[in-house]
């Protein structure tokens, strides 16, 4: 239909259908009943062809692989025209395209983002905080309609109410927006002093926001319809709440699970010895057995962070680190001396890592 290669690029594909249809365009055409027909035709290879799904199953199974995929019957309404032509001739409203785009019509009011900082340890159990977000909302006096009071916009005179204007550019109708109303369709001939005719003010919206226990840095949190205002009806934007979660003094966090090191004596490797370690929730106690090296890691189960929207729960691990004592005293030194001489070890590099022997216990 396009009259291209199966091996046309993007660009390719484009510039064929500009060309037909600007000839097979209805308003140029306006006698011809079979001109709009080919117009829905090339206006639907185009849809298929500059999508890189539809485009594949085509070029698989031809008309019939894309035949269900719900393209509208009129073809072109699915085709935007303002961006095809509007790179050609400047401007994106040709043929009276555009419409929806229209300030007139009702728009969606902004979303908004605010951030937060929490504990380490609320962002592990969880809390609540208040904030105030600075949205704009719906002017009081004028009700939104950006008018004095018992004033309302009237329509503008220039385009009709229409918000866009039509010119005749060889054989084009063309619409633009209006300069007059800038598309809204009315005019304020008296503004509002309060929102001085915007419509909107800005206000100061307190939320509540309650965090979930399991929380992460980063985490967001949605609260529709409590952002901006819409204008002329249309719905409120959402805001975003984005936590930041402090750190913790001794606490590292990967997921669900908490690593932290204790530092443990000697004696206390070589004999065995039950230590205090903290935790999220108060001191708990683990059994150092004897003959501990340095850098072994034990695992206290459930006494990590709780999971996001679950009942589950990680794991403490705790990385025991022998303490070398940086100055003796006379006797500490007789009795280590002598202990020395009992022992013997040969001093050889080992082959493996004791980091790599932990993570082969825990895997």
Do not use: W
Not at 44 to 66: C, M, P
Not at 80 to 104: A, Y
Not at 123 to 129: E, L
Not at 205 to 226: D, F, Q
């Amino acid at each position: 239909m396009l009259g291209i290669e199966r091996t046309a690029t993007d660009v390719e594909i484009k510039s064929a259908y500009r060309r037909l249809a600007m000839q097979y365009h209805p308003d140029r055409n306006p006698d011809d009943p079979g001109a709009e027909e080919k117009f829905k035709e090339c206006s639907e290879a185009y849809t298929i062809l500059s999508d890189s799904q539809k485009r594949a199953q085509y070029d698989r199974f031809g008309h019939q692989g894309v035949s269900s995929n719900g393209f509208p019957g009129g073809g072109f309404e699915s085709v935007d025209l303002g961006d095809i032509f509007g790179e050609m001739f400047g401007f994106g409203d040709l043929f009276g395209g555009g419409g929806s785009r229209r300030r007139g019509h009702a728009q969606r009011g902004a979303d908004l983002r605010e951030d937060i900082t929490i504990g380490f340890e609320e962002a592990a159990f969880g809390t609540v905080k208040h904030v105030n977000v600075r949205r704009r909302e719906v002017c009081e006096q004028c009700h939104g309609t950006g008018a004095s009071a018992g004033r309302q916009p009237t329509q503008c005179r220039q385009c009709g109410g229409r918000g866009q204007v039509r010119y005749q550019q060889g054989f084009f109708s063309i619409a633009r927006t209006c300069p007059a109303c800038q598309g809204l369709g009315t005019v304020i001939e008296d503004p509002c002093k309060r929102c001085k005719g915007e419509g909107l003010v800005t206000r100061d919206h307190p939320i509540e926001v309650k965090i979930p226990a399991g929380v992460e840095e980063g985490t967001r949190i949605l609260y529709s319809g409590h952002g901006d205002a819409g204008l002329h009806g249309g719905p409120a934007g959402d805001v975003y709440v984005v936590l930041k979660v402090k750190e913790h003094p001794f606490f590292e966090r990967e997921g669900k699970d908490l690593y932290c090191a204790v530092p443990i004596s000697f004696s206390q490797a070589a004999l065995g010895a039950e230590i205090r370690i903290p935790t999220l929730e108060g001191d708990a106690t683990l059994k150092v057995p004897e003959g501990t090296q340095s850098g072994t890691t034990f695992r206290l189960r459930h006494k990590g962070v709780p999971v996001l929207n679950s009942s589950g729960r990680g794991d403490l691990f705790v990385e025991v680190k022998i303490e070398t004592p940086a100055k003796l005293n006379k006797r500490q030194r007789e009795l280590l001396q002598e202990l020395h001489s009992t022992f013997s070890v040969d001093n050889k590099p080992e082959r493996r890592s004791l980091l790599s022997k932990v993570k082969n216990i825990f895997a």
